[in-house]
Each structure stands twice: as structure tokens, then as C-alpha cells.
């Protein structure tokens, strides 16, 4: 298999607006002839459907909720990027576009990014045209703060809610046009494969989640946008229903799959509080713009700290390591995700981590407080400090915040071209679904960017330049032999889960392969930890499909159901990242191999053989995946080591 990019000819700069000037459209008339299937209704698929709904298509739209509302982009709390330069510190588009290359160590595509940062301004008018009640300043006028990995203040935010505001932005849009009649909302119901006709995407089929029934779907184009694979690690901090089993299903019928191994370990999350926990809860970045990150520099303190012997308060000054500031003096604790990750993981594992378990560190708003006033820093982060004290029962106005990295967001996903269409024609992949723009480590407030662009700004283009010869074909019935044949296939599986009435239940197995994969896949990962998690993987899933009980129907609400299939495709996806980790022999952003460090502990890439997206061609049940290799060229910018001190 040969992956055509299809970047367009031409300056960097100059890319996007030749590709849309040369690019084929559909006329108003055979719009209306046109079907297209949108799953997922978070930002980049309600943004998706509502803008290709206006444009005339007929939209079908999937949500696994009971309502667009309740996605998980509604979960994002600190803001999103553009390049507008209000504040006057010298950002550009360009500006954008390094720091995000540069954010994700290298590993990104140079056209796809810069797309990204052009379109990041227009992103702001659409949603403040759509009411999105960004934050402002005395004067009235749009308000920015800062983000990690940047040196300016780009990013706009709604208080600490900023994805909610714009999720109801795009709830609005797409309202419209279900209203209107162009788009058709079908809620309750979970994708569980793709029919593919005459090698095109064609349609899926779909579980209808409150009757246990299955349904057939035609379209002349599918959209994933069903958000990422977090969830792999049991613990994250992802909605408990967010899950990787469509963007699965496809590669399993024939998309490549990009950089599994590519997820963002998060430095600003409520620790691990118990065995029986079932999720972590996220802290904004946007709390590092004003809280100062530190432990104690004596082991004695925190170790009296972990027993509960004296508070972080009674710790003076002079004995706190504000070790971000240390190491990194020129972003001090703005530095990019994996960079304040892995220095809280190493100062915890050295001894100085606060907390019960040792495995925490403080943010700490005291300087902020006294600077600025409590009412300042209550306007702009008082709802999150408010959900902080309803799980710890601490004040964090009085006492600093106990924070530790956790799994947040998949840089990787499903392959994509420069038109976001996947290796299956007729088939796209928008938002967190795709591997596209975040490179091995994406920059705070980007995904809501990356979101919106896709579904606004970029599928409306791509698609049309696919659907344009796709007008003669008529509509396919769903007796179609291949929706039967699909409806079938999703049937034996589900009845062979079924059939199985083992002893243990399906979390059990869902906590086992998170520990196995925070423990081998996660922060810190070695040639032996990986080789071993694959191992341990696979004997995991032999024992998945021998002994998981499954209580109820398959005709009927099953929520255990439910988590069995995504279970199921996580003790493949799991190993699959292991695969692709193991494979990858440097570090670099999220990545990080113990064996190739520089004598600072930071990440060490090998660009002379690795300057390429890992792309996995799923060749069979029991057969090991084919690699196939994307180059990474960049004629824009130098590639170096990031230096962030």
C-alpha cells in the first residue's frame, strides 16, 4: 500500500487557499441527492454536520448520548487557540504553526499544521458570531491567557468551561439544520461496524442502544468523529463512555491506523485517590498561568507531608522546590504537557511526592492571591477550583492544590490524507479520531482548534472535492448483500460474547489491562516493559474471551454489553500500541523511552530513522500488523531538540 498524502503544490503558506480554488464542488441541486453519515457529536462532528447540513447535503448524524450536549468536548475546561495577536506579544499564524510542529517534537505534518493555524482565526469569528460568551477584558474586547509551550498569550476561554460554551455554539448550528431538515439527529445509537461496497465506504451499522437493536445506514460519505482512545488505560481523564471501537471497526476493515502509541500524559490532574476509582478528573492548564507548581526540597518534609504529620502550608519558602521554574526558566511551569509530566514524575519518584500515596505534587495560588486579589483568581478559575474541592474536601484558596499526570488525550488515530480522508475512500476521520495535526504531543487548548477546524472549516472543502463524482450514484438500498452481510458479522460477534457466561466481570478486565498499560505504555516506557505488555496482553484477551460473564440480552438495554464490545477492541488496540511503542526506537514528545534520553532526562529523537508517521495495516485476526511509513519533510522550519529553558 502507497499513502499519498496529497499535500498540495505550492509556498506553505499558499497551500490551502490553491487547494480550495482548484478543488471540485457540487452544485446546489445534487446536494440534495448527496447522503453523508456524521458519527460522533462533539465539536468536530456537530461543527461537521451542521455546516454540510447548511450547505444542502442530506446529513444523517450518530450520538452515542442521549443528547449532542452531552459529549465529551463539553468536559475541555481552559480555552482555545488562535493566532489573532490581540494582546500585541508578536504571535502570527506562522507563530502558531511552529510552536505546535515544535510542541509535538517534530513528528507532525507541516502542511496539515499550518492549515490548522490559518484557519484558527476565522474559528474565533464563527463561534463569537454563534454567541459564545468568551471571557473579556475592562475594555470590552476579547480576552487571551496563556497556554504551555508558548512565549504569547493566544488562547481564548470561556472561565474554566471554555468546550462547553463552544460544544453549545455548535449544538445551535447543528439544532438549526435538524430543525430545518437537512440534518437528521439519531441519539442512543453506537456504530459497530462499517459496509463497505465496490471498495467505498458506503454506510454503517449501527446498535440501537436502548432496544438492543441493530440498524442499517446508508451514505455516500462517512465522517468518524468519535474522539479518542484515552480510555485503553481504564483510568483517564475521559468520559466513561468515550471509547476507540469505531475508529477499531475501520481499521479493521481496512484504514491505516497512525501513531497508536501517541497519547497525552496530562500534569494537572486530581491524583489516584483509591483502588475502586473508575475515572480521574482533569484541572485545567489554564491553572498554571497564575499556580506555581513545587514539592519540598527535603524528603523529610514530605514524607511527614505523606503521613499527614504537617500541612504544605507549614513548608516555608526557602524549603519549596519550584522545580519548573528551576529547570525550565524561559517557560518556567508553562512548559509543554510531557515536559511538566515527566519532571512531576521524576521528582515523585525520587521521594519529594506530596500526598498520601507520594505520588502528587502541589499547585500552589498563594503569589497569585496576594498579586492579584481572590476575587481575580475566583473569576477565572472559580468553577474549577470550586469541582476541586468537592473531590478533595480542600480549599485550594487556602491550601495548594494536589495535582499528577494522568492520560487525557490520543495524539494518535486513524490515518489520514490532507483532505482528512482515511486509506478507504469515501471515508473521513475529523477531530481527536484522526492522527493529524498534534504530532507525539499536543499543545494545551489546541484540540477544541483542531476540532472546529476540521468540522467547519475543512470538511466542508474535502468532501465536496470527493462527492463531486459521486452524484450518478444512486442511493443503496440496505438490503444491499454487504449491509447484511456486516449486520451479520456484528451479530455473531455480540452472541459469541454472549455465549461465553464466564465468572468475571468486564470492568475486572478493563482495570487489569489499564494497569498493564500505565505500567508498560504509559509515562516511562523500556524495549523489556513493552515486550512484556504484549505478552501480558494477549494472555489477558485469551482469558477476556474465555471467561467474561455477561449478564442479560442482546435484544434489549445492556450496558455491560456495551462495555464488553469496547472492551474486547481495547485488548487489541492495547497491544497494537505497545506494538508501535516498541517499534519506535527514540523518545519523543508523549513517547518516552527510558533508553533514549539526553543527560538531562529529556527526550532524545533519532530523526535520521524515525522522521516518519507510523501507519499499521491491520492484516487479519491473529496475524501481526503491517507497518507502513509516512516521511515527515519540513521545508519551513529547522528541526532541532526543543529547548524550553
Known sequence: MKLDSKIPEGPLAEKWTNYKADQDLVNPANKRKIDIIVVGTGLAGAAAAASLGELGFNVKIFCIQDSPRRAHSIAA?????????????????FRLFYDTVKGGDYRAREANVYRLAEVSNTIIDQCVAQGVPFARDYGGLLDNRSFGGALVSRTFYARGQ?????????????????????????????????????GKARGIVTRNLVSGELEKHFGHAVVIATGGYGNVFFLSTNAMNSNGSAAWQVYKKG?????????????????????????????????????????????DDAKKIQKGEIKPTEIKEEDRDYYLERRYPAFGNLVPRDVASRAAKE??????????????????????????????????????????????????YETPMMIYPAIHYTMGGIW??????????????????????????????????????????????????????????????????????????????????????????????HRRLGLIMWDHVGMARTKEGLEKAIGMIKELRTEFWKDVRIPGKTNELNV????????????????????????????????????YQTPEGEAMRDDENFTYVSAWEYKGEGQEPELHKEPLKYENIEVKQRNYK
Open 77 to 93: 475546561q481552559g480555552g482555545i487557540n488562535a493566532a489573532k495577536n490581540y494582546p500585541n506579544d508578536g504571535d502570527s499564524i
Open 162 to 198: 471554555t468546550g462547553q460554551q463552544l460544544l453549545l455554539g455548535a449544538y445551535g448550528a447543528l439544532s438549526k439544520e435538524i430543525h430545518k431538515g437537512s440534518v437528521e439527529l439519531l441519539t442512543r445509537q453506537e456504530m459497530m461496524d462499517l459496509v463497505i461496497i465496490d
Open 255 to 299: 484504514a491505516l491506523f497512525g501513531n497508536p502509541n501517541f497519547t497525552q500524559i496530562h500534569p494537572t490532574c486530581i491524583p489516584v485517590h483509591g483502588d475502586y476509582q473508575s475515572k480521574l478528573t482533569l484541572m485545567s492548564e489554564s491553572l498554571r498561568n497564575d499556580g506555581r507548581i513545587w514539592v519540598p526540597k527535603n524528603k
Open 347 to 396: 521528582r515523585c519518584d525520587a521521594g519529594y511526592g506530596v500526598g498520601t500515596t507520594g505520588l502528587a505534587v502541589y499547585l500552589d495560588f498563594k503569589d497569585a492571591i496576594n498579586r492579584l486579589g481572590k476575587h481575580v483568581i475566583e473569576s477565572r478559575y472559580g468553577n474549577l477550583f470550586q469541582m476541586y474541592e468537592k473531590i478533595v474536601d480542600e480549599n485550594p
Open 416 to 509: 489520514v490524507d490532507y483532505e482528512l480522508q482515511t486509506t478507504i475512500p469515501g471515508l473521513f476521520a475529523a477531530g481527536e479520531a484522526n492522527f493529524s495535526d498534534h504530532g507525539a504531543n499536543r499543545l494545551g487548548a489546541s484540540a477544541l482548534m483542531q476540532g472546529l477546524s476540521d468540522g467547519y472549516f475543512v470538511l466542508p472543502y474535502t468532501l465536496q472535492n470527493y462527492l463531486a463524482d459521486q452524484i450518478q450514484v444512486a442511493r443503496i438500498p440496505t438490503d444491499h448483500p454487504e449491509f447484511e452481510k456486516t449486520e451479520k458479522e456484528v451479530k455473531e460477534r455480540m452472541e459469541k460474547l454472549m455465549s461465553i457466561q464466564g465468572s468475571k466481570t468486564v470492568d475486572s478486565f
Open 560 to 595: 455491560e454489553l456495551e462495555k464488553a464490545l469496547r472492551v474486547a477492541d481495547f485488548l487489541e488496540l492495547g497491544e497494537l500500541m505497545a506494538r508501535d511503542a516498541l517499534d519506535r526506537k527514540e523518545s519523543c514528545g508523549g513517547h518516552f523511552r527510558e533508553e
